[in-house]
């Protein structure tokens, strides 16, 4: 299927405000940006078709890839000069640079790449700015067995903070870490139809205005995920994945195991 990328926001709370920053799926995990990562882990379950939603900084992005160095995470022979890879990344991937506003909500970046879909019923979309290590066939089959129009995949809440219970009169009666609570909150994983489309106005979000209505529908299946999910909302979330990269722990390249 086809993965539909959003990499065009600003990412406000990454941004330390140096001029000509890269926008945040260009931020670095190890040596390759966050939006490789998600990529690769796309391609490790065959779906190597992308379109890329740009907008900020969308030249960081398109000189990433037109400047490619395969030789940075594979393995090669330099003989006579030449360098002979023994395996790529990137090689068989289909990329479609679609440039979507700068200032365009989420729902609107997909609308403007809706024709790049080849009117395929069914596609994947992520933020390009999240990690995981979900089973993605499982996530998939779900979904086809549901019949639903769309599918998020729901995580707990990553933050540390605890919930208190306070009674009427003013007593403690619990505290409970707030990702033991039954709740569970958007964790940027998507798998669409057509039908999203129907339900996403003009400059409308995919979330607050397309899945809010699908849900109201019964359209909207959600996948919950309790295992590996981190996001990059902040400066300190990017550098401790990067550290835990460079500690070798990285749950989320499933591509790795397979090596």
């Known amino acids: 299927m086809k993965v539909v990328l959003f990499c065009g926001g600003f990412g406000t709370r990454m941004r330390t405000g140096v001029p000509g920053?890269?926008?945040k799926p260009m931020a670095l995990v190890g040596p390759r940006p966050l939006l490789w990562h998600v990529m690769r882990y796309y391609a490790h379950f065959g779906h190597k078709e992308f379109v890329l939603c740009l907008g900020y900084g969308a030249h960081h992005i398109k000189d990433f890839f037109l400047g490619?160095?395969?030789?940075?995470?594979?393995d090669f022979v330099l003989r006579g000069g030449k360098v002979?890879?023994?395996s790529s990344d990137i090689s068989d991937w289909s990329i479609s640079?679609?440039?979507t506003g700068t200032n365009s909500p989420i729902g609107e970046r997909l609308r403007r790449v809706r024709r790049h879909l080849d009117g395929d019923e069914m596609f994947l979309a992520n933020y390009a700015d999240v990690l995981t290590d979900a089973p993605l066939p499982d996530i998939i089959d779900r979904f086809v067995e549901s019949g639903a129009a769309a599918s998020m995949m729901v995580?707990?809440?990553?933050?540390t903070f605890h919930c208190v219970d306070v009674g009427?009169?003013?007593?403690v009666g619990g505290i409970s870490p707030v990702s033991e609570m039954p709740v569970w909150v958007n964790g940027g994983y998507f798998v669409l139809t057509q039908e999203v489309f129907e339900h996403i106005p003009e400059n409308g979000d995919l979330v607050a205005d397309g899945c809010v209505e699908l849900a109201k529908r019964g359209r909207l299946l959600a996948y919950p995920h309790r295992g590996y999910w981190r996001p990059?909302?902040?400066v300190n979330q990017r550098m401790e994945l990067d550290e835990a990269y460079s500690r070798g722990e990285r749950p989320w390249a499933l591509w790795e195991r397979s090596r």
């Open 68 to 74: 490619y160095q395969e030789a940075t995470s594979n």
């Open 97 to 99: 640079f679609v440039q």
């Open 168 to 171: 009427e009169n003013g007593l």
């Open 155 to 159: 995580v707990p809440p990553s933050q």
């Open 232 to 234: 990059t909302d902040t």
């Open 21 to 23: 920053e890269v926008p």
């Open 84 to 86: 002979e890879l023994l």
